[in-house]
């Protein structure tokens, strides 16, 4: 055996050792002459085994291993058994071996007396060294790999401290034996080879290392850079010395398309070899073998694009430059279906544009490259997939931010990036806002960017621009044309030409050679005529003609003779080049002082070019503008969208352009407001941060100047700001100052501006004490401590030229009663003033001599001071029956003045035959006593009832305190169960004593309000006298008055309510004032909340106004409904219908309130899904009046919000069932709509299979077939199994055959069932009401006090009849009485007079009942 010699000493040549494919190859004979492991060593021989290989390397060097080869052998064989000792012993040994050899090879190569055998012993030598050590290098990292993968084990502590040491040993060794190895590497080692190129197999077995270090996924932590180094440059070495090239190009894309991980690493490898190591030939050729990936491979291996794709975006951010030599090789991939694969290389391509293709002084070449770039980028801006449009918008946020794209692509990627701004995807959406903010804050044009501005500049300097032009031409010398020059020149170019047919004479050669272009020559031809040299254009012209053979310009005729043919050529050279070009070689001595003509017309020509380039970039920052403009109108929507990264990129885009003067992005600003009530701390915190840049940042060198600018900026806000508006800045400003970020010198300017110390107009001392209220939420005493300054400057004798600064006054001061603590509540006692403090004698003061004077502005001040007084005052009650007094009085004394004139009544005035009063006099004192009643109300509802608990928990907590000081002193210890039975107690007294406390405010309202012994009961009779007679109180403010008046004295007692609701519907129904109309709606809204259990039938007259012919009408009603369904105040029932029909309102604020409403209704369980039944039912009504085409926009929307796959497959057979209860073929037509809009999913078609006899007799109809073949189409395009597919199939032949049938079976189907139809049809006449608007014309009668027993009666009577409409539940429902009863038809009120109809009639025996209906 040739091993056997292998144990004395090393003979010549005797064996080869062959690297091995695997571990057991040396166990078996591979052929003569081969190297064979004789014995393989249990784990307990290796450590004496160990010590001897040591020993021998001691005493023979690294030849040693050819002697015990086999014991580190059998540690590889065994390396998990052995024990961590020996493998670390192991490793430190053949590191030193290699080391030894490594610095013993070069001298032993370069030895001339080297024999061959001990060549080929040194041979064997560092095969076998090397694969030990490369053995040892994979076993460590294979174990560590197994270890890192595995958590701890729970079994065994030892095993799990004994894998960490070796963990920790090996992590040391793996540098310094990468080291080694690349050291060893960098000797030529070919000469032990004799001369030739080193074995593949060694290469391999040297690199293979590398590679399955790189395999372990931590390798890309920053504490494994070292590693990842060495690692590096030992791979460097193999590719510099080894032609490891093609290797390495395979490994490292089968590592790429199978390691994520590594696709970094080798990034950053590739680029050191190129930049380092001079190889730049293997970034092409890597991504060239990327760039031949089949694309249809790459859209299945997603691991592997991803490791491809991170490989081309790290190497284009490492060496672009190369990459972009490079990157034809990848553009085909740009159209394969990998969005992975298109997302890297356009990242490539921002790359590369942004560090390389970048500047003014890049070559034709390059700029063309840039401009294919940036088209390619744009292009994918509207690619399919939605990842890669948000990448591509990403790419040139950055491209923009660096400024690296031209100006002439401005204005394409801008418009783009705003048609991405309608994306479906959040994302895209996301991402196109914050391109558009980096082009603002990056543009080029201005830094103030209004559209009137620009316009009104631009169009000054287009008019500049038009009138140097015009001086130009008027001034501008002759000039002599290249066509007439030609003319003059000719008789000589003409001769000259003639000369080349003659011979040449003595002394005159041919020196000129055609150039090697086209170009080159023309100039060339061109210049020689130019210098008058006629004869040697002429000939070179000739020569030109052979050489470029049918090339423009030496083309022509064939008819045409030679000489024509060059005089030909010679004309289109000469007229074709620009006769300004070297104007020193002028062609013609007579031009000469036509150049010098020329030359102080420069200065001028410069102008007009400068005047061109200010007016082009004006144009194109008008553009821009325009631009940014519509971008703004969309953003400004997005700001209520549910994606809350979507509305703070709107809330940062709104800021941005306000601070570029866009005058649009303040209404956005404004819009912005409402967020700061989202219940998302990142959207709330977003608009205080915007407030925070916008205002609390204002410019100015003093802390004075900084904080008029920010006091005047806010007043701005407050020029015609709604309620609302007000509202939401208060809860900036008052978060503002809270935190301390207002500064005192701000305040102190509010209060000069208010005490007129500082000079302002009358609407900035408002503001200001706007301004003041809103701060004084946040910290009250800013109010409180200057309470005297308030009242005496805002409610002094002039405050009747101006009651809104009162107003706002009343307002600011309300903070110090808003803003008391609960917890403070229950120890505390409210912050109240004495009934003798000055503020509400000023207050009575104000009202009662502002009560007899004529002013728009007096009522919103009288019901701002009552609120204030009940909520500040003692003894609120007293104050305000004083100032009804007095208001009273002079109202008496103003009609016994009337009583003593004997002219007659003005049109100002009202008159009821017994004497007249001033209208607004008496829209003043109804006013003054529905705000009384409901403050009162209020009062005891909220205050009184406050303080009633809070005395009540003091007396308990004093009284358990006093109970246990006692139980203390006598030392009784209580047991668990008494302590328990104690608070059960204390609990259920504490709950009833809030009942008590409860009906003793009700009672109340109830009996003591309105009673004779009450002050207000001396003004109802007034009150209903005015809203019963509109003829006689025409006037259209005061019936608004009274009606809203008697609105809020019903919200005292439900006793009163009910008698006098009917009269308040009847005035909402059939008034003509819209603002009469609106009151009452509200007014209905906050009684349907107080006492629901009376509003609660007449719900459907509160739905009517929906369908008002008004706008604001319909809005203020579609707020009270969203605000009463929502909060379920009312049965959710045709009330849904009739908000479905706001989706298709004209106004686009009523269609807003309606989306708001059913995205608000989705987020309740199955909402929206209960309810869609009935909204079907009713809408598909013809006599609801909903049109085809809207009640598609409506279920549209409706259908939208069906998201479950359950749901979606119950509707499918609700609505194929549905079929055979309706009877118009508009029914049939509107249901089969509704089912395309469900996407079908399996169950679903099995669902329609069985249901197919339902509808099977419709499908004649040509609209009902074509919406189930768009059913199946769409089922059939998603794919599926192959049995849905024939199911599918078999469903579509069926309703083919139905369809096919003819009209004979539709005759006989309609024969069948004519007599249901006529029935049905006069059902749907006699009960149409409910589905029409209530009009004006409608008698009193309708409005009768309804009735649930006799309701119910009715319904019971009615049960046997036959529906035309479609009135289905849904399984969440139950089909009870009860729900039937909520479906009003005609008899929306009982008939029959009630109890209460009857009280009434007793009223009106005693004299004091008007007629409730008008005349």
């Known amino acids: 055996m040739a091993a056997a010699t292998a144990r004395g000493a090393v003979p010549e040549a005797a064996w080869e050792f062959r690297l091995p494919l695997n571990l057991a190859d040396l166990l078996r004979d591979s052929g003569p002459g081969c190297y064979v492991v004789q014995r393989v060593l249990p784990a307990s021989e290796l450590p004496p085994a160990l010590t001897a290989f040591r020993s021998a390397f001691k005493a023979h060097g690294a030849l040693a291993v050819l002697q015990h080869f086999d014991s580190l052998y059998s540690l590889l064989r065994c390396f998990q058994a052995a024990e961590t000792a020996v493998k670390e012993d192991a490793l430190e040994l053949m590191m030193c071996v290699v080391s030894h050899h490594s610095n013993e090879l070069p001298a032993i190569m370069h030895d001339s007396g080297l024999s061959r055998a001990d060549c080929a012993a040194h041979l064997n030598a560092l095969k076998m060294n090397c694969y030990l050590l490369t053995g040892l290098v994979d076993a460590f990292e294979t174990e560590t790999c197994r270890n890192a993968l595995l958590e701890v084990n729970p079994s065994g502590k030892n095993k799990k401290n004994r894998t960490k040491t070796s963990g920790s040993f090996w992590e040391e060794e793996r540098e310094p034996v990468l080291h080694l190895l690349t050291q060893l590497l960098q000797l030529d080692l070919r000469q032990l080879w004799g001369g030739s190129a080193v074995d593949e197999e060694f290469v391999s077995l040297m690199t293979g290392s590398c590679y399955h270090i790189l395999e372990n996924p931590s390798i890309g932590l920053q504490k494994y850079r070292a590693t990842r ?150 292009s994918h801006i509207c690619d399919i997939h939605g990842f890669v449009r948000s990448r591509v918008l990403q790419l040139f946020t950055r491209i923009v931010q660096c400024r690296v794209l031209p100006l002439t692509q401005f204005q394409s990627v801008v418009s783009v990036a705003v048609g991405r701004l309608k994306d479906k995807s959040v994302m895209v959406v996301k991402n196109a806002i914050q391109l558009l903010a980096a082009f603002l804050s990056n543009n080029p044009f201005s830094c103030k960017l209004s559209c009137t501005d620009l316009t009104e500049a631009l169009k000054k300097e287009v008019q500049k621009l038009q009138e140097m032009r015009d001086r130009d031409r008027s001034t501008a010398a002759p000039v002599i044309t290249s066509e007439e020059e030609w003319e003059a020149m000719l008789p000589e170019v003409r001769a000259a030409t003639q000369q080349l047919f003659q011979p040449l004479q003595e002394g005159e050669e041919e020196v000129l050679e055609v150039g090697e272009t086209v170009e080159s020559t023309s100039e060339q031809i061109t210049g020689l005529l130019r210098k008058l040299n006629y004869k040697s254009a002429a000939r070179l012209t000739r020569k030109a003609l052979c050489h470029f053979q049918g090339k423009e310009p030496f083309s022509g005729p064939a008819e045409e003779s030679e000489e024509a043919t060059i005089l030909s050529v010679l004309k289109r050279l000469y007229t074709g080049s620009c006769p300004g070009e070297n104007s020193e070689d002028s062609p013609r001595g007579s031009s000469s002082p036509q150049a010098e003509e020329v030359v102080p017309d420069k200065q001028p020509q410069t102008e007009l070019a400068k005047q061109e380039m200010l007016v082009q970039y004006l144009q194109d920052a008008y553009n821009f503008s325009v631009k940014i403009t519509e971008a703004l109108s969309l953003i400004s929507k997005m700001m209520h969208e549910n994606c809350i990264s979507v509305v703070q990129e709107s809330i940062e885009f709104l800021v941005t352009a306000s601070q570029f003067g866009v005058p649009q992005a303040v209404l956005g600003v404004r819009r912005m407001l409402p967020l700061i009530w989202s219940k998302e701390p990142g959207i709330k915190e977003a608009v205080l941060d915007a407030y925070r840049r916008l205002y609390l940042s204002p410019s100015g060198k003093s802390e004075r100047a900084r904080a008029q600018s920010l006091v005047h900026s806010l007043s701005l806000i407050m020029v015609d700001a709604s309620l609302g508006t007000i509202q939401c800045l208060e809860e900036i400003i008052s978060e503002f100052v809270q935190k301390d970020e207002i500064k005192p010198a701000v305040i102190q300017l509010l209060w000069e501006r208010f005490t007129e110390k500082s000079q302002c107009s009358p609407l900035e001392q408002r503001a200001a004490v706007i301004l003041l209220g809103m701060m004084a939420r946040g910290k009250p005493e800013i109010v409180g401590s200057n309470l005297d300054v308030l009242v005496t400057v805002g409610l002094s004798e002039k405050v009747c030229e101006d009651y809104r600064l009162a107003q706002e006054v009343c307002n600011a001061i309300s903070k110090l009663a808003s803003n008391r603590k609960p917890a403070l509540e229950q120890s505390n006692a409210p912050f109240r003033l004495p009934q003798d403090h000055m503020l509400f004698a000023s207050l009575s003061e104000t009202l009662s001599k502002g009560f007899a004077q004529p002013s728009g502005h007096w009522i919103p001040f009288m019901e701002t001071a009552v609120t204030l007084i009940y909520k500040l005052a003692e003894g609120a009650g007293d104050i305000c029956a004083h100032i009804l007094q007095m208001c009273s009085q002079q109202a008496l004394e103003k009609l016994e003045e009337a009583d003593g004139q004997k002219a007659g009544v003005s049109p100002n005035r009202v ?27 209020q009062y005891l509802e909220v205050s009184v009832s406050t303080e009633l608990r809070r005395r009540r928990c003091l007396r308990e907590e004093e009284k358990s305190k006093k109970h246990s000081d006692s139980s203390m002193k006598k030392q009784r210890p209580l047991s668990t169960g008494n302590e328990t039975t104690m608070e059960e107690e204390l609990g259920l007294v504490g709950a009833s004593a809030d009942d008590t406390e409860a009906e003793l405010i009700r009672s109340i309202c109830e009996t003591e309000l309105l009673d004779d012994k009450h002050l207000l009961s001396a003004f109802v009779p007034l009150v209903l006298k005015v809203c019963k007679n509109p003829g006689l109180y025409s006037d259209p403010a005061l019936s608004a008055a009274a009606a809203l008046s008697l609105g809020k004295v019903c919200m005292i007692s439900s006793e009163f309510c009910s008698s006098h609701l009917r009269l308040l519907l009847t005035m909402m129904e059939k008034s003509t004032l819209p603002g009469v109309r609106s009151n009452l709606i509200i007014a209905a809204g906050d009684l349907a909340i107080r006492f629901p259990n009376v509003v609660e ?70 909402a929206i899904y209960n309810l869609l039944p009935d909204i079907i039912s009713h809408l598909s009504d013809p006599n609801c009046g909903i049109e085809e085409e809207p009640f598609h926009t409506i279920m549209r929307h409706l259908f939208s919000y069906i998201s479950k796959d359950k749901q979606r497959e119950s509707l499918v057979e609700k609505l194929c069932q549905r079929f055979r209860t309706v009877r118009t073929d508009r029914q049939y037509r509107d249901l089969s709509y509704c089912l395309t809009l469900l996407p079908l999913s399996e169950r679903g078609l099995q669902k329609l299979q069985d249901n197919f006899d339902c509808f099977a007799d419709k499908l004649q109809d040509p609209a009902v077939y074509s919406c ?38 539709a005759v006989t189907c309609q024969e069948g069932s004519a007599t249901p139809v006529t029935e049905a049809t006069k059902q749907k006449h006699t009960r149409s009401s409910r589905h029409q608007p209530l009009s004006t014309a409608n008698s009193g009668e309708d409005f009768v006090t309804p009735h649930a027993f006799q309701k119910q009666k009715c319904a019971q009577k009615r049960r046997p009849c036959k529906k035309a409409v479609i009135t289905f539940s849904s399984d969440e429902e139950n089909n009870s009485e009860d729900d039937l009863l909520a479906e009003l038809r005609e008899e929306e009120t009982p008939t029959k007079t009630t109890p209460i109809t009857r009280s009434s009639a007793r009223q009106a025996r005693r004299g004091n009942h008007l007629p409730l209906s008008f005349d």
């Open 1268 to 1305: 189930f073949q768009t059913l199946l189409a769409r089922f059939s395009r998603a794919g599926s199994k192959p049995e849905i597919k024939a199911l599918a199939e078999d469903l579509e032949q069926k309703m083919s055959a139905s369809h096919n049938r003819g009209l004979d079976s």
């Open 229 to 378: 180094e060495a690692v590096t440059h030992l791979l460097a070495a193999v590719l510099t010395h080894y032609d490891h090239m093609f290797s390495a190009i395979v490994k490292i894309t089968q590592m790429l398309q199978h390691f994520e991980h590594v696709a970094p690493v080798f990034a950053q490898a590739v680029s050191l070899w190129a930049t380092e190591y001079g190889l730049k030939s293997l970034v092409g050729e890597l991504l060239r073998e990327i760039g031949q990936k089949f694309p249809q491979d790459l859209a299945h291996d997603t691991s592997g694009v991803k490791g491809y794709a991170t490989f081309i975006t790290e190497l284009a951010e490492q060496i672009p430059a190369l990459v972009l030599a490079n990157m034809s090789v990848l553009l085909h991939l740009l159209n394969g279906e990998s969005y992975m694969m298109r997302n890297a290389i356009l990242a490539a391509m921002a790359e590369v544009l942004v560090r390389v293709l970048n500047g003014d002084q890049l070559e034709e070449a390059a700029r063309g490259t840039r401009d294919k770039f940036l088209s390619m980028l744009r």
């Open 1097 to 1166: 039938p007449w719900t459907s007259h509160l739905c009517a106004r929906l369908r008002d012919p008004c706008p604001s009408v319909r809005h203020t009603a579609g707020l009270v409904m969203t605000h009463l369904i929502l909060e379920d105040m009312i049965k959710v029932k045709g009330q849904v219908s009739e908000m479905a029909t706001l989706l298709i309102d004209p106004e686009e604020a009523i269609m807003g309130l309606a989306h708001n409403f059913f995205s608000e209704l989705s987020n309740k369980d199955n």
């Open 911 to 937: 008159s009821d035959g017994a004497g007249s009063l001033p209208t607004f006099m008496l829209m003043h004192l109804l006013s003054l006593v529905g705000q009384v009643a409901l403050q009162q109300v």
